[in-house]
């Protein structure tokens, strides 16, 4: 495991259907994070976990969104009822304990038509 | 509103010359400070973390932090084609989500052959 892994790498669904993404981080990380990237901006914060707890949310984390991370190990990112404007990259990090050496999946580009 | 600013660019530099990346915070207790790159469609790469005030240099690059003037750059020296990309500033503020990257927009940086 060199790496975190996110999948799918592209995802096109239709307004108002349910996607779900998976991000796997680097197995001795315990910390993970999802950001989100829009065209022409940097990542904006979303959420973070300490192992299999939900730390932080951001308020940009609407009602439609939920996360997981069962067991600490890998991560879920849900959104329901998809809108247009959740056209984005969503980027998963992990981070160990200690330091802060965050490392970045290769993100989920989703389209909402 | 903690906030990162960044010149969007974007900056136009010959092959060979020194490209100058700059970022401002808002947060005076900022703690953490990292220069990422990032090319098109894929995510941000760290490239350079500095914590304390002065030069820190890897390489071709080089981080300056200034926290009187709250103040972080990035030097590229001898730029290269492969250069090319968004360099995005990053911050780690202290207080209770001292884990949690703010980013700037970005700097679109092109090098020139």
């Known amino acids: 495991d060199t790496g975190v892994s996110q999948d799918p790498r592209h995802k096109i669904t239709k307004r108002g259907q349910n996607v779900t993404f998976r991000c796997d981080p680097i197995s001795e990380h315990n910390r993970l994070y999802w950001y989100r990237q829009t065209l022409g901006q940097g990542p904006e914060f979303l959420t973070y976990f300490q192992n299999e707890a939900q730390l932080e949310k951001s308020r940009l984390l609407s009602d439609r969104f939920s996360a997981e991370r069962p067991k600490g190990s890998f991560s879920t990112l849900e959104i329901q009822r998809t809108e247009q404007g959740d056209s984005a990259m969503y980027l998963c990090a992990s981070s160990p304990s200690t330091g802060y050496g965050y490392t970045f999946g290769s993100g989920t580009r989703l389209t909402v038509v | 509103q903690k906030e990162v600013e960044q010149n969007s660019g974007p900056l136009s530099v010959p092959e060979g010359a020194i490209a100058s990346l700059n970022c401002t915070y808002s947060?005076?207790?900022?703690?953490?400070f990292f220069w990422y790159r990032q090319y098109s469609g894929k995510s941000p790469e760290l490239i350079m973390s500095i914590y304390s005030n002065g030069d820190k240099e890897d390489g071709r690059f080089t981080a300056q932090l200034n926290k009187a003037s709250q103040y972080v750059s990035l030097l590229i020296r001898d730029s290269q084609p492969s250069d090319s990309a968004t360099y995005l500033c990053?911050?780690?503020?202290?207080?209770?989500?001292?884990?949690?990257?703010?980013f700037g927009k970005g700097t679109l940086l092109t090098v020139n052959p």
């Open positions: 990053a911050v780690i503020y202290s207080g209770g989500s001292n884990y949690k990257l703010t």
């Open positions: 947060d005076r207790v900022s703690q953490s």
